[in-house]
């Protein structure tokens, strides 16, 4: 067997935000990631839909951006942008 080739192997500390909320359409299960890494952005874990996005403010002005990540519908993904708007 080869040697493994590591493009990095680091271990940062973080702080993991725990969220569950009722939206109009859905429940949302989130895990918010903090670290120094990924320029300030935050990791959003949808634990219902086991989906996951790097977010940070220029991400969330980004007309579709989490309809397409979490493949949610305008309203919803609406519900969870202005969530986010108030932690990120």
Request: proline share 1%; net charge negative.
């Amino acid at each position: 067997m080869s040697e493994r080739f590591f493009l990095y192997d680091d271990t940062v500390e973080t702080k993991t935000r725990f969220v569950s909320f009722m939206g109009e359409n859905q429940r949302f299960d989130l895990a918010i990631i903090q670290s120094d890494r990924y320029y300030g952005k935050h990791i959003v874990l949808d634990i219902q839909s086991n989906r996951f996005a790097i977010i940070g403010e220029d991400d969330l002005k980004e007309p579709g951006y989490l309809e397409y990540a979490y493949k949610l519908n305008e309203e919803d993904a609406e519900e969870l942008r202005d969530f986010l708007y108030e932690i990120i």
